[in-house]
C-alpha cells in the first residue's frame, strides 16, 4: 500500500514570493492533516480536512495561508507572499476518519528555506 | 487543552540495553495516547497507541509503552535497544487535535 506522498520534497525561495506544496494520502482515508514542524519541535496542526470540507482551521494563518482540497482526495497547501519565518517542514498526514482514537500516516515533508 | 512533556532531550543507550523514553501528559478527558518515530529526512511513523484497555500496549519493532493513569504518564520501553533504534521519538495526546511533544532524540551506542 502507498504511502502519504508529498511534493516537492525541498523548496527553497526569496521571501515574499509564493509556494505550493501538494499531498496525496493513503487510498480510502477521507482525513487529511497537514502540519508545521519547526527545527527541534513536534509537529503543530494548520489544518484538518475531513473529505473536502475544512473542519478544523483554526490554527491555520489564514492572511497569508490557504489550502484546499478539491474532490475530498488531493490537497494543495499555499503560502503568499512567504516570510523568513516560515522556513520549516511542512507535514501532510491522513487517516482512514477523524476520530480520536485513530493514528495518523505521515508523509515525508516538504522542507522550506525562505531566503 | 491537551498537552505533552517529553523532559528529556537526548536518551543515549548502550546497545541491547534497554530503552526508555518518557512522557507525561496532560488532558482533560479521555486519553488516547500516541508514540511515532522519525527518522532524518523523512516523515513521522507511527509505532503503537494506547485507547483503552491493558495498561501494557505493544507496538511495531519490539517497541511497547505503559500506560500509568495516576502519574498521567506513556513511557515507552524496548527490552534490548539496536543501533538501528537511534532516531528522533515524539510522544502525542489527542483530545481534539493532536499534540505533540518536542521529542526525544535516542542514540544508540555500538
Known amino acids: 500500500e502507498a504511502g502519504v506522498v508529498q511534493s516537492p520534497r525541498y523548496k527553497i525561495i526569496e521571501k515574499k514570493q509564493p509556494v505550493a506544496f501538494w499531498c496525496n494520502p493513503i487510498s480510502g482515508h477521507n482525513t487529511l492533516y497537514w502540519y508545521l514542524q519547526n527545527l527541534g519541535q513536534g509537529p503543530e496542526l494548520l489544518i484538518r480536512?475531513?473529505?473536502?470540507?475544512?473542519?478544523?482551521d483554526s490554527q491555520l494563518p489564514k492572511d497569508r495561508f490557504s489550502a484546499e482540497r478539491l474532490k475530498g482526495v488531493d490537497s494543495t497547501l499555499k503560502i503568499q507572499p512567504a516570510e523568513l519565518g516560515d522556513s520549516a517542514v511542512y507535514l501532510c498526514a491522513s487517516s482512514s476518519d477523524g476520530t480520536s482514537g485513530t493514528e495518523q500516516f505521515f508523509g515525508p515533508g516538504t522542507r522550506l528555506t525562505v531566503l | 487543552a491537551q498537552s505533552v512533556a517529553q523532559p528529556e532531550d537526548q536518551v543515549n543507550v548502550a546497545e541491547g540495553n534497554p530503552l526508555t523514553v518518557k512522557c507525561t501528559y496532560s488532558v482533560s478527558g479521555n486519553p488516547y495516547l500516541f508514540w511515532y518515530v522519525q527518522y532524518p529526512n523523512r516523515g513521522l511513523q507511527f509505532l503503537l497507541k494506547?485507547?483503552?484497555?491493558?495498561?501494557l500496549v505493544k507496538g511495531s519493532y519490539g517497541f511497547e509503552a505503559e500506560f500509568n493513569k495516576s502519574q498521567t504518564s506513556f513511557h515507552l520501553k524496548k527490552p534490548s535497544a539496536l543501533v538501528s533504534d537511534s532516531a528522533l521519538y515524539f510522544c502525542?495526546?489527542?483530545?481534539?487535535?493532536?499534540?505533540f511533544g518536542k521529542g526525544n532524540q535516542v542514540v544508540v551506542i555500538p
Open positions: 502525542a495526546v489527542r483530545d481534539n487535535r493532536l499534540a
Open positions: 480536512y475531513e473529505n473536502e470540507e475544512a473542519v478544523d
Open positions: 494506547y485507547i483503552t484497555g491493558d495498561n
